[in-house]
C-alpha cells in the first residue's frame, strides 16, 4: 500500500463531505431564476431579446408585404474570479485522519461557500448589466422602478412596507405587462424581519377575509384559510412571493449587505420575476487539503465556486425601499 494512503483518504473524505454538505444547503437563488451551469469563457450571452412586433393588416388583395423592423439586445454575464474560503488545522488538533459527512470543519466550509453564492445574486440584481454585441455596454438599474421609502405618503414622510408600496409594486408589474397568471412571471421579493413585521401590521394581510386558501386562490367553504405566517413563513400576498432573507446582514451578505441599502439608510429590497433573472455557473464547488510547511505543516482547507447573476429585462426587476 503506497505510503500517503492516509492523506488520500482523508483528504477524498474532506471533499465528500463538502460536496455532501452542498447537496444538504441548497442554493434556492438557483430555482428563482434563469440558471445554467457548465459555462465557460470570459463573457457569456444570456440572450438575444428581439423588440415586439405589432400586427397590422393587410391592405386589400395581393397588396405588398409590410415588413417590420426588429431591434436585437443581447445580454451578457462577466466571469469574475474564483470566490473561495480557507481555513487550518493544526495537527496537533486533528487526532483523526478521517472526515465524516457530518464534520463541522465539511459543514463550515460548505455553508461559506453558499453565504458567497447567494451573496452574488444580489451583486447580480444590484449592479450593473451588460448588453451589445460584445457586452460592453453598461445598463444601469432603471430608476423608474424603484419605489421610494416615502411612497404613497406624504414626501419626507419614510415608512415600511406598506400596503400603498404592495399595490404600486403590482400596479408598476401590470404596465410592464407581467402577467401574475404565468408562473415565470410571479413577482419574488426579498424581506427582513422588519418587513415581515410590517406585514403583520396590515389589516389586509393578517385577515382571513383577505387570505385564501393558498391552493385554490378562493375562500374555502368551510371558513379555513391560510395564516400569515404559515408555518413561521410569510404567505404570499397580491400575487407576490416573500422570500425572507436578512439583506443588510454582512455575514449573510458579505458584498451585497452595503449595497442594499441606499445613502438615507433605507433598505432597497429586491423585487425581481424568475425569467427577469439570469445565473450563469462556471464552477459549483472545488475543494483541497493541503500540507502547509509555512504554517507548520499544518493542514489547509479550501474550496472554490464560481457563479454569477445579472438582470435579463430591466423592466421585470424592482427596488421597494423601506425604513425602520
Given at each position: 500500500m503506497a505510503e500517503d494512503w492516509a492523506e488520500t483518504t482523508a483528504t477524498t473524505s474532506f471533499e465528500m463531505a463538502v460536496e455532501f454538505q452542498m447537496n444538504e444547503l441548497h442554493d434556492e437563488f438557483e430555482t428563482l431564476c434563469n440558471f445554467k451551469g457548465g459555462v465557460s469563457g470570459e463573457k457569456v450571452e444570456i440572450t438575444d431579446r428581439f423588440s415586439d412586433l405589432l400586427p397590422k393588416k393587410t391592405k386589400g388583395r395581393l397588396a405588398k408585404t409590410e415588413l417590420q423592423d426588429t431591434e436585437v439586445e443581447r445580454r451578457w454575464i462577466h466571469k469574475q474570479d474564483r470566490i473561495a474560503v480557507h481555513t487550518a488545522l493544526d495537527p496537533d488538533d486533528q487526532m483523526a485522519t478521517e472526515i465524516p459527512l457530518d464534520s463541522p470543519l465539511g459543514v463550515a466550509v460548505a455553508r461559506g461557500i453558499k453565504i458567497g453564492r447567494q451573496d452574488e445574486f444580489l451583486i447580480g440584481f444590484y449592479g450593473t448589466a451588460y448588453v451589445g454585441k460584445e457586452g460592453t455596454t453598461a445598463v444601469p438599474f432603471k430608476a423608474a422602478n424603484v419605489l421610494a421609502a416615502d411612497y404613497g405618503e406624504t414626501p419626507g414622510t419614510d415608512t415600511g412596507l406598506t400596503l400603498a408600496k404592495l399595490k404600486?409594486?403590482?400596479?408598476?408589474?401590470?404596465?410592464?405587462?407581467?402577467?401574475?397568471?404565468?408562473?415565470?412571471?410571479?413577482?419574488?421579493?426579498?424581506?427582513?424581519?422588519?418587513?415581515?413585521?410590517?406585514?403583520?401590521?396590515?389589516?389586509?394581510?393578517?385577515?382571513?377575509?383577505?387570505?385564501?386558501?393558498?391552493?385554490?386562490?378562493?375562500?374555502?367553504?368551510?371558513?379555513?384559510?391560510?395564516?400569515?405566517?404559515?408555518?413561521?413563513?410569510?404567505?404570499?400576498?397580491?400575487?407576490?412571493?416573500?422570500?425572507?432573507?436578512?439583506?443588510?446582514?454582512?455575514?449573510?451578505?458579505?458584498?451585497?449587505?452595503?449595497?442594499?441599502?441606499?445613502?438615507?439608510?433605507?433598505?432597497?429590497?429586491?423585487?425581481?420575476?424568475?425569467?427577469?433573472?439570469?445565473?450563469?455557473?462556471?464552477?459549483?464547488?472545488?475543494?483541497?487539503?493541503?500540507?502547509?510547511?509555512?504554517?507548520?505543516?499544518?493542514?489547509q482547507f479550501s474550496a472554490y465556486t464560481n457563479v454569477r447573476y445579472a438582470r435579463i429585462h430591466e423592466d421585470l426587476n424592482f427596488i421597494v425601499e423601506t425604513a425602520d
Open positions: 404600486g409594486l403590482r400596479k408598476k408589474a401590470r404596465k410592464a405587462l407581467i402577467d401574475p397568471r404565468d408562473p415565470t412571471n410571479k413577482l419574488h421579493m426579498m424581506i427582513t424581519a422588519e418587513e415581515i413585521e410590517d406585514l403583520l401590521g396590515i389589516d389586509e394581510y393578517i385577515s382571513k377575509d383577505y387570505n385564501p386558501d393558498s391552493q385554490t386562490n378562493y375562500r374555502p367553504m368551510n371558513g379555513a384559510a391560510r395564516q400569515a405566517l404559515q408555518n413561521g413563513e410569510p404567505t404570499d400576498f397580491m400575487g407576490i412571493h416573500f422570500v425572507p432573507a436578512e439583506i443588510t446582514n454582512e455575514k449573510a451578505f458579505p458584498e451585497a449587505a452595503a449595497l442594499a441599502v441606499n445613502g438615507e439608510g433605507h433598505r432597497r429590497l429586491p423585487v425581481w420575476v424568475p425569467k427577469g433573472m439570469a445565473g450563469r455557473q462556471w464552477l459549483l464547488v472545488e475543494s483541497h487539503r493541503d500540507r502547509r510547511a509555512d504554517l507548520n505543516h499544518a493542514w
